[in-house]
T-cell receptor, first 112, second 116 residues
């Protein structure tokens, strides 16, 4: 069966510091991968998605970037965090020809 | 542009009551998929159901049932005999094919509180 991992689970970072959140999927190959952010108001915003290694599509221009160095690894990064980057970050995967997305446990980021 | 509206921000019910969560969507696509996800306090989104635009049959799974009406662009979710464990935020979502992957447009969610 497939499993999706995210780490860290929680993170407190000062403004201006760098960020690296990691997501890995087990039990499948060539998944589509997604990064979402959930702000305090509960809405989910798609940040990035990837259909293959090195292929990243950005949904919203912002202070973040994503990379996919390996088939089942998806990384969310920032060079300098802003207060507005605080939120709950969720990684998700789907099969290439499928529509259901399956979510990881999330990372709660607080920028102070 | 795609849009999903969940007008109910928060619903409180007493255990064993039935409760319906509303979802209205907008899309120009002729083929699309609708979803419901549950987000318990732990935060992880749990997939509940997928419905495609060609299938308007209602679906029942235990205490859960879904009513898809294309004529009114609605995909409502009913929990029968609610339980405290049903307390969570529930999201409705609409799928859009985009660049080989798919994008899910989420509603803002409905917070369901089930009390004893």
């Amino acid at each position: 069966s497939q499993t999706i991992h995210q780490w860290p689970a929680t993170l407190v970072q000062p403004v201006g510091s760098p960020l690296s959140l990691e997501c890995t999927v087990e039990g499948t190959s060539n998944p589509n991968l997604y990064w979402y952010r959930q702000a305090a108001g509960r809405g989910l915003q798609l940040l990035f998605y990837s259909v293959g290694i090195g292929q990243i599509s950005s949904e919203v221009p912002q202070n973040l970037s994503a990379s996919r160095p390996q088939d089942r690894q998806f990384i969310l990064s920032s060079k300098k965090l802003l207060l507005s980057d605080s939120g709950f970050y969720l990684c998700a995967w789907s099969k290439t020809a499928s529509y259901e997305q399956y979510f990881g446990p999330g990372t709660r980021l607080t920028v102070t | 542009a795609q849009k999903v509206t969940q007008a109910q921000t928060e619903i409180s019910v007493v255990e064993k009551e039935d409760v319906t969560l509303d979802c209205v969507y907008e899309t120009r696509d002729t083929t699309y998929y609708l979803f419901w996800y549950k987000q318990p306090p732990s935060g992880e989104l749990v997939f509940l159901i997928r419905r495609n635009s060609f299938d308007e049959q209602n679906e029942i799974s235990g205490r859960y049932s879904w009513n898809f009406q294309k004529s009114t662009s609605s995909f409502n979710f009913t929990i029968t005999a609610s339980q405290v464990v049903d307390s969570a935020v529930y999201f409705c979502a609409l799928s859009e094919r985009k660049g080989g992957g798919n994008k899910l447009t989420f509603g803002t969610g409905t917070q369901l509180k089930v009390e004893l």
